[in-house]
């Protein structure tokens, strides 16, 4: 029976947050949760994006693959993995801004993630979580391997989740 539920909420551009998300995804699989795995939206122009042929070829096949988070997702979730790409955190600092407006997050784990290790958007993403009420739990630093360290976090946090819930 699962009684985790996990939110992989991810902007990526070019595939590699996404790899991020998607190993969160498999760890919290291993950790036997539930997952919902979700891109979120652009806040670019689309003039911005149509110049870049490799973000435009990379949108087209995530528009296939993902939706946008939906308000009843981070509502049903127990942890919410968050991923962001190390160089911009916008789109992610905007939902993560909205989960407010949905009720409250209180018990919920927020998970963070950035494609490579970036104090500076990490911190504001922190910031923003525990903001919107969340538990903070950070991936560990020692990441020469993001993927895994991913898988592993994605792993851990349901865990956490699950011992939240039995105490309560």
């Known amino acids: 029976m699962i009684d985790v539920n996990v939110l992989v909420a991810f902007y990526s551009r070019y595939g590699k ?3 991020l998300a998607l190993a969160a995804g498999v ?35 995530m528009h296939m693959d993902y939706v946008a988070p939906r308000p009843a997702d981070p509502i049903w979730a127990d942890v919410i993995v968050l991923a962001t790409p190390a160089d911009s955190s916008i789109e992610l600092e905007r939902y993560v801004d909205s989960l407010r407006s949905l009720g409250s997050m ?6 963070p993630l950035a494609s490579r290790r ?8 922190y910031a923003r979580a525990a903001g919107a009420g969340l538990i903070v739990v950070p ?10 360290n991913a898988r592993s976090h994605g792993r851990r946090v349901s865990q956490m989740a699950r011992a939240l819930k039995d105490r309560g």
Not at 118 to 125: P, R
Not at 139 to 148: F, G, K, R
């Open 17 to 19: 947050t996404e790899q």
């Open 27 to 61: 760890g919290a699989i291993q950790a036997k949760a539930g997952i919902r795995l979700r891109r979120i939206a652009d806040v670019a122009d689309p003039k911005t994006i149509q110049a870049d042929p490799e973000w435009m070829r990379n949108l087209d096949r």
């Open 106 to 111: 209180a018990d919920k784990i927020a998970a």
């Open 118 to 125: 970036s104090e500076s958007v990490l911190a504001s993403i």
């Open 139 to 148: 991936a560990p630093a020692d990441a020469e391997d993001a993927i895994a």
